[in-house]
């Protein structure tokens, strides 16, 4: 599936959303998509489905078959689980009995009588995520899947990416929540100054390489480049940098200023190559509590900015 | 074809459901009263058939209009993809609009015949009544389209459009120049005179069937950069 010279802007004299991208997804890829709020992720998800057109350039290979969950699923409407997911089989050429799997695997068995209207965010997901995947997709688009989730389903959702890029389908994710976090043999794609880059490619995971072969690594090109983005191979990730083993005292919100006594930043941090970022970039340093170090890398990194954790030398650690 | 059909029963379940469906049924039932509550004389049947047509033409647009808005935008974007493409969502509105707006045209077809008609009127005046409900109930879905919220996204504005809409192809069909819009007052001319079926009808069809296509294509068009 190829995005050549890709543009997308809501209207005629509107700024850019997306310009010029060009994004090649091999069969057999877990792509995650991340940026800013509003920096079009949401925006470049729809082109992918083909629900968008874009304003120029255009999408070939596509899979004829796409599963679309989105970010909040529409529940005002007037129908129970069941009926709505049976309809929405229906529209695929499915019969009723399709959605029994999902049902079975998303855990929502006790849901299937209630009304859309009465579920919970986290239910309501669910739905959106099941009627994705009602028929095998060879293009599964999810929009902050793992948002509301439970502890079962949140589990499952890997799983069931790695069985579509088994059958040689594509996933592309957007995900604020890291979900995805130390999942091996994920493209990570960030969205940001109306771009699209490649922050890394991570290698295929054991799982990924006997379900699925041998990955074709996809690839990526822009015609605008940005100033924040490094090699994701430099961004270790969360769960095996954030083990940190006591608080520091103070936030510190300033380069230039250290908490707890700590020696002067380095002008690069550790595990961060001074050579990965680009001439205009600046370090700041954010001193938090141990325990909350991971979820402060996760959201950093889920915003594209190379956020590491390193332990004070007396304090504790320091996410950055 | 049988994704387009299963959107299409999707949609209409959405309105049924949705309780949308009450608001044209009860204009129709106004309309009716405004027009059968004395009984019309015999020989004038198809004048009232006309007049019907043209009423019925906001109460259709308001139909199709409610049909189409009565699914949330992005319920609109994941039956694009459970449908394999765009189009067919868009086919599927439609045709769900045209859908409800039959069972309409056949209501205020069939109400005259029980308690508005002093006798039963011949085959010429049920297919003139006939053609002139189609028009106006394509007429009235062309209108509805183009004011569903996909175009016109705030109501306030969509709604004045539609019955803006309407009053300007009511004043404009009076001009003499019959191909400036859809020919509604030409409808109710027609109706009166003698020999409507074959002498007035193709031409008034041939009229509407251009301005009816023309929105449509316009809404399809515009449905492509709105989905």
């Known amino acids: ?320 | 074809m049988r994704a387009t059909v299963s959107l299409t029963q999707f949609k209409i379940a959405t309105y049924v459901r949705s309780h949308r469906v009450l608001h044209p049924f009860a204009g129709l039932l106004a309309i009716m009263i405004v027009l059968y509550s004395v009984r019309v004389a015999p020989g004038t049947e198809l004048s009232s058939y006309a007049d019907s047509a043209a009423l019925l033409v906001p109460v259709f647009a308001w139909a199709a209009r409610g049909l189409l808005d009565a699914e949330p935008d992005v319920q609109r974007l994941i039956s694009a993809t459970a449908a394999g493409r765009p189009g067919r969502e868009v086919a599927g509105g439609l045709a769900a609009s045209a859908a409800v707006n039959a069972v309409l045209a056949a209501l205020a077809l069939a109400v005259p015949l029980a308690i508005g008609f002093t006798g039963t009127p011949g085959a010429v005046v049920l297919l003139g009544g006939l053609a002139l409900h189609v028009l106006s109930l394509v007429t009235g879905t062309a209108l509805g389209a183009l004011t569903s919220r996909p175009i016109l996204p705030d109501p306030g504005v969509s709604a004045l459009a539609l019955l803006g809409g309407y009053v300007a192809m009511l004043l404009v069909s009076l001009a003499p120049i019959a191909w400036l819009t859809v020919p509604i007052i030409g409808w109710m001319r027609a109706a009166g005179r003698p020999g409507f079926l074959g002498g007035h009808l193709p031409e008034l069809a041939v009229i509407t069937a251009f301005w009816c296509a023309l929105a449509l294509a316009a809404y399809i068009r515009l449905r492509r950069t709105r989905p």
Do not use: C
Request: glycine fraction near 10%; proline fraction near 12%; aromatic fraction near 4%.
């Open chain 1, 1 to 320: 599936m190829r995005l050549a010279n890709l543009s997308f802007r809501y209207a005629r004299r509107a700024p850019w959303v997306l310009h010029e991208v060009g994004l090649d997804l091999a069969p057999g890829t877990i792509a995650e998509v991340t940026g800013r709020n509003g920096a079009g992720k949401s925006t470049l998800l729809r082109l992918l489905a083909g629900t968008t057109p874009p304003t120029r350039g255009h999408v070939t290979g596509r899979p004829p078959v796409v599963g679309y969950a989105p970010e909040i699923f529409p529940v005002e409407q007037p129908f129970t689980v069941a009926a709505y997911l049976a309809r929405m089989a229906g529209v695929r050429g499915l019969t009723p009995a399709a959605i029994d799997p999902w049902v079975e695997r998303l855990g929502m068995a006790a849901l299937l009588e209630v009304p859309l209207g009465d579920l919970s965010k986290g239910s309501a997901h669910k739905v959106g995520l099941a009627q994705a995947l009602l028929a095998p997709p060879g293009l599964l688009i999810l929009d902050e899947p793992f948002s509301g989730l439970d502890a079962q389903a949140r589990a499952e959702l890997p799983a069931i990416m790695e069985e579509v890029v088994a059958t040689g389908g594509i996933v592309v994710v957007s995900d604020h929540q890291n979900g995805l976090a130390g999942h091996r043999g994920v493209l990570r794609l960030h969205v940001g100054d109306r771009t699209v880059r490649p922050l890394g490619h991570d290698a295929p995971s054991d799982t990924l390489s006997t379900a699925a072969g041998a990955l074709s690594p996809p690839t990526a090109s822009t015609s605008t480049p940005s100033p924040r983005v490094a090699s994701a191979d430099a961004f270790p990730t969360p769960a095996a940098t954030a083990d940190a083993p006591s608080p520091p005292a103070t936030l510190s919100p300033s380069p230039s200023v250290t908490p707890a006594g700590a020696p002067s930043p380095p002008v690069a941090p550790a595990g961060v190559p001074s050579g990965a970022m680009g001439a205009a970039t600046v370090v700041i340093e954010i001193a938090v509590e141990a325990g909350e170090a991971e979820a402060v890398v996760r959201k950093l990194r889920a915003d594209g900015y190379p956020a590491v954790v390193r332990p004070l030398p007396h304090a504790g650690s320091e996410a950055r």
